[in-house]
């Protein structure tokens, strides 16, 4: 009999953000190791669901047979922490952690507190937990009160692709991410502001229905700049790696990432990076790749900018290291074989 699983999420598990483009390739490449893998939607709103949804999820958690093993995605078991902690004995909880939900960019205080509060009470109701990069894991060691012996990193994948062409007479910069505070696309839109005497274009992809909020406010920013003629907010994109082929540069200016997978397929694309020192972003983009700004600083992301585009020598060199450092990231095959020996001892 092959080895079954409950994965438990939240939302639209087709939605086109990194962390459940994580969680689809992940199941797949389980369910291709041999592991039956059972998919439980939660419902949506996590982690700010209605009193209805979070007792529906509940629910359904609560319903499960004894000795479950139910990995449930961190964007939902963050605030499921009165059901981890009556179930914590019945069932073989693990959680998967992208990254801890107070760290989330735009939250007022009361939030902040109540996410972490929450967050730390359901992780101590785990058998285990994944998580998708070693800064994250840090983390939960350090404010969350979880030892390394509790936590196992389970790096997102990267499959092998020819590097972009690059060489563009208007150089394109790419950046991908969703239209949320976080991602810093506004620091990116100041940034390109302070380049605008140089020849380049920008597209932006990202969502769009995550925070509409965020989206016309980066939209009149666009128009307040007078960047529409050379910036694109394209939303989201069917095939992401046409426009990373496409690209000269890839720019994201988050403000924290638990990852950031995106700069991971820019470094496989062979793209110089600029980014933000935030989270795990010095983790994943090697110094000889890219050039790490502080967050939240436009400034210093425009200069940057300017110096890779100024310098067609500079940015082949980071070019060459992107996408050397693009092919020692590990495959989806790879990375879901670390999380399914671990599994293995729950199961």
């Known amino acids: 009999m092959s080895p079954s699983l409950v994965f438990a999420y939240p939302g639209d598990l087709m939605t086109k953000t990194g962390g459940y483009a994580y969680d689809r390739h992940i199941v797949s490449e389980l369910r291709s190791a041999g592991w039956t893998v059972n998919m439980m939607p939660l419902g949506l709103g996590f982690p700010y669901p209605r009193e209805r949804d979070l007792r529906n999820a509940e629910s359904l958690i609560a319903a499960l047979p004894d ?7 961190g964007l939902a078991y963050g605030v499921l922490h009165e059901v981890a902690e009556r179930e914590r004995e019945r069932l073989r909880i693990l959680a998967l952690v992208h990254h801890p939900l107070a760290l989330e960019t735009g939250l007022d205080p009361a939030d902040r507190v109540r996410l972490e509060v929450s967050e730390r009470l359901a992780l101590t109701c785990t058998r285990h937990v994944f998580v998708t990069s070693p800064a ?7 404010s969350y009160g979880l030892t ?10 990267t499959e092998p692709v020819q590097p972009a062409q690059r060489g563009s007479d208007v ?12 991602k810093g696309h506004d620091v990116l839109l100041r940034a390109l502001d302070t380049v605008r005497d140089l020849p380049w274009r920008a597209t932006i992809v990202g969502s769009e229905k995550l925070e509409p909020a965020t989206a016309r406010t980066l939209r009149a920013l666009v128009k307040e700049l007078d960047l529409e003629d050379r910036v694109v907010l394209a939303g989201e994109i069917d095939d992401v790696g046409e426009v990373f082929a496409s690209a000269d540069l890839f720019a994201l200016a988050s403000r924290y990432e638990g990852y950031g997978m995106v700069f991971a397929e820019a470094l496989a694309h062979g793209l110089p990076v600029i980014a933000c020192r935030a989270g795990a972003v010095p983790d994943v983009v090697p110094a000889g790749a890219g ?18 585009l100024q310098d067609n020598d500079l940015a082949d ?8 450092a693009g092919r020692q990231l590990p495959t989806w095959a790879q990375s879901a074989s670390v999380l399914s020996d671990r599994l293995k001892d729950f199961a």
């Open 291 to 308: 050039r790490l700004v502080p967050p939240d600083d436009p400034a210093a992301f425009g200069t940057a900018l300017r110096e890779v």
């Open 67 to 73: 000795e479950t093993v139910l990995l449930v995605d």
């Open 171 to 182: 150089p394109h910069i790419v950046s991908v991410g969703s239209l949320t505070p976080r």
């Open 136 to 142: 994250t894991a840090k983390t939960l060691e350090s």
């Open 148 to 157: 390394s012996s509790h936590i196992t990193v389970v790096l997102p994948g």
């Open 317 to 324: 060199q980071m070019a060459k290291a992107a996408y050397a």
